[in-house]
């Protein structure tokens, strides 16, 4: 909904008879109820005879056109409620002294003509009408409250209404069972007017006295076109309001309301809308509603020409509702997927029209293209997170027409399909006979390596990335899609320019498809230039690997090298039983030879506390690495710095390396995330790291590759214990 300056609240305007409620010529005491002919003359109070309420229109703003108009209106409000209790005491015995109130009556319209507010009058207008509720005299209630709901119209008559204890009178009157709708229609427009950007009086109307009655005028569908409107003005930016219709029933109340066949009011949509949005917030306001609820929501996307906002507003709904479990059961059961695949196709569509030159303004000046990219990133949200339910695998398998099109959905030139795709697709590919599936028979793999080709886009490289990455799991697809190509589409995301993020994913992704797969390793290895005379011949794809490592300030970027550079490493070792012996060395020493600062990234992973999995599987792998003499002089050359060195002396100790320096995340002294784990679990990972740093350096010292001052540091500090 627009958001200028100039848009105050819901208005609820007179009906196009109430102009005409009474002469501005006539005086209290002249003007009279038209009985006969030689009064039809006259303009009579005869709103409750023929007033037609769903004839009202409902605007958001000031018709400037009118604004003079209703201002009159409000002017003599006192002398046209003077009419009325002249008629009434006339009519009914009231307990009231008519002259001072007439008396006071004009004064009040004297006053209010220069801007006054005259409380005292408003308190004696509002003593009249409570008699004449106690009566059940509807006709007088009837005109009185037309005109006071076309004074609230005015801003500066809303906290006297309140003050006077008008307001209190109108919600007891809606709150009364059994109230004519000729009476309650222009009684709830006083309140929604009174209400209206004035918090003193929404603290009245949302007492839990009044909040039931107003929930339950919603399912009516003959006062339908007033009371969603007053509903808005009541809880329009206001979280105790909101609150207190969500916890009385309003989201199951407008679930009814649409789903009622008489409810045809296009205009007040937006404001369904909206009043959906916050009251569906929460559990609380979700728990009365029906499982169907969320179809019926759903199929409100399904209107024409919604508007972005709006269609944002039904979105953030449905994204509420799929967060419990019984929903989402409805959801998948009904295939109502399919409607919000339409909304990412329709808004992919009017976001390219949206920021298409020359007819429009250029990207980022036209505010529907900001809504439509929030629209867009919100049902992706949603349909990411349905598509990972154990539910929705079973109910749209590999096979299904679902999955159909979502693959087509990856050659796609609409970038939030292919970013829709790779997600849904992804988590669908969470067992090994999926991943099979995809892989063999589906060659979905060709299609995610072309998309990360392009990669112009760094959403659609990302989700991309992940999808991949879920694909790698199964040991028979490591081969199919860990090619030469792949490991060079995967090595530029590490260039300088390339989001942190993605070049994580990227390095994720590389580990899955070494992992346990010596042939991909060969292809890590792999020079980049097959020219003997080119300088990137003694470079590998591991070489630029290592050079992301020094450059990136990412730490999550640097940890996933590090497990790279230690699953290499196992691979090696494991796969030394299947290979020729010549074959293993061979890998080795490419390894060690084109890489001398390959046991970098694993000094930063035992150097960290933070994460105690992540430390222990760097000690295994430096441990395996001082095996060789090649790689004892790799990892040798890391423990030359002195925090490397104090950590090897700290873990084979259990002491810091020095008494004097507090601990810290580089140090060995504790465990951040050790809360998770017991003293025994803890404990338990120390001991194994004390082993493999044992190991390493028994292996130093029998390949005696710098190794004295290591065996003199750890025996010196034995000496000190």
Request: with cysteine.
């Amino acid at each position: 909904m627009n958001s200028n300056n100039d848009i105050l609240e819901v208005l609820l305007p007179q009906n196009q008879q109430d102009d005409t409620l009474i002469s501005t010529t006539s005086s209290p005491v002249q003007a009279s109820r038209a009985t006969s002919a030689d009064e039809a003359s006259q303009e009579p109070l005869s709103g409750h005879q023929d007033l037609n309420v769903d004839e009202a229109p409902l605007t958001l703003v000031f018709d400037q056109l009118n604004l003079r108009e209703e201002t009159r209106m409000a002017e003599r409000m006192f002398l046209s409620l003077g009419v009325i209790i002249q008629h009434a005491t006339e009519e009914f015995e009231l307990d009231i002294d008519v002259q001072e109130v007439q008396d006071a009556l004009r004064h009040a319209d004297q006053i209010s003509r220069n801007g006054n507010r005259d409380v005292e009058a408003l308190a004696k207008i509002q003593a009249v009408l409570a008699q004449l509720l106690l009566l059940q005299d509807s006709n007088h209630l009837v005109e009185a409250a037309i005109i006071l709901a076309n004074a609230s119209r005015d801003e500066s008559w809303r906290s006297p209404f309140g003050q006077s204890g008008l307001l209190a009178l109108f919600l007891r009157i809606q709150a009364t069972t059994g109230v004519e709708d000729r009476v309650l229609i222009p009684s709830l427009k006083f309140i929604g007017n009174t209400c209206a950007d004035t918090d003193i009086n929404r603290e009245l109307a949302i007492s839990a006295v009044y909040i039931p009655s107003l929930v339950r005028h919603v399912e009516n569908p003959r006062i339908s076109r007033t009371i969603v409107p007053v509903i808005y003005n009541i809880s329009n930016d206001n979280e105790q309001a909101q609150h207190a219709f969500r916890t009385s029933g309003l989201c199951p109340a407008l679930i009814r309301l649409v789903e009622n066949p008489r409810f045809q009011a296009p205009d007040l949509l937006t404001y369904v809308y909206s009043l959906l949005d916050f009251s569906s917030s929460d559990e609380v306001g979700l728990d009365p509603c029906s499982d169907n609820s969320v179809q019926t929501v759903v199929e409100l996307l399904q209107g024409d020409d919604l508007e972005p906002d709006d269609t944002l507003l039904i979105v953030h709904t449905i994204g509420a509702f799929l967060k419990h479990d019984r929903f989402q059961q409805h959801f998948i059961e009904h295939d109502l997927v399919y409607t919000l695949m339409e909304v990412i196709n329709r808004s992919s569509l009017a976001y390219e029209t949206v920021t298409s030159p020359p007819s429009l303004p250029p990207v980022g000046q036209d505010p529907d293209e900001d809504v439509w990219l929030f629209l867009r990133k919100a049902v992706t949200e949603i349909l990411s997170d349905i598509s990972a339910t154990g539910a929705f695998a079973r109910r749209y398998t590999i096979n299904s027409t679902l999955v159909d099109s979502l693959i087509q959905w990856l050659s796609s030139h609409q970038q939030q399909e292919q970013i829709c795709s790779c997600l849904m697709l992804g988590n669908l590919a969470q067992s090994d006979p999926v991943c099979r599936e995809m892989v063999g028979r589906r060659s979905l793999h060709d299609s995610l390596l072309e998309i990360l080709e392009d990669h112009t886009h760094p959403q659609v490289s990302y989700t991309a990335l992940g999808f991949l990455r879920n694909l790698a799991l199964p040991a028979e697809n490591k081969p199919t899609v860990g090619t030469q190509r792949t490991v060079e589409i995967i090595a530029r995301f590490w260039s300088e320019d390339v989001n942190p993020q993605i070049q994580h994913a990227s390095v994720a992704l590389l580990r899955q498809l070494l992992n346990h797969c010596i042939g991909n390793v060969r292809w890590l290895l792999e020079s980049l230039s097959p020219d003997p005379d080119s300088p990137a011949h003694e470079k590998t794809y591991l070489s630029l690997l290592l050079l992301l490592f020094g450059r990136t300030d990412d730490t999550a970027t640097k940890f996933e090298t590090g497990r790279t550079v230690a699953t290499i490493c196992r691979c090696i070792s494991s796969s030394s039983q299947g290979l020729p012996p010549q074959s293993t060395n061979a890998i080795w020493h490419r390894l060690y030879g084109l890489h001398p600062d390959i046991a970098t990234p694993l000094a930063m992973m035992i150097s960290q506390s933070r994460f105690p999995v992540l430390r222990s599987e760097g000690w295994f792998a430096l441990a395996l690495m001082a095996r060789s003499g090649e790689g004892s002089a790799a990892v040798s050359e890391v423990f030359q710095q002195l925090e490397t060195f104090g950590v090897l002396v700290s873990t084979i100790t259990g002491q810091s390396p020095t008494s004097e320096r507090p601990a810290t995340d580089n140090t060995m002294s504790s465990d951040s995330n050790g809360s998770d784990r017991s003293p025994e679990q803890v404990q338990n990972m120390k001991d194994k790291d004390r082993e493999n740093a044992l190991v390493l350096v028994n292996e130093l010292l029998r390949h005696t590759v710098s190794s004295d001052f290591l065996l003199l540091g750890v025996l010196h500090r034995f000496c000190l214990q």
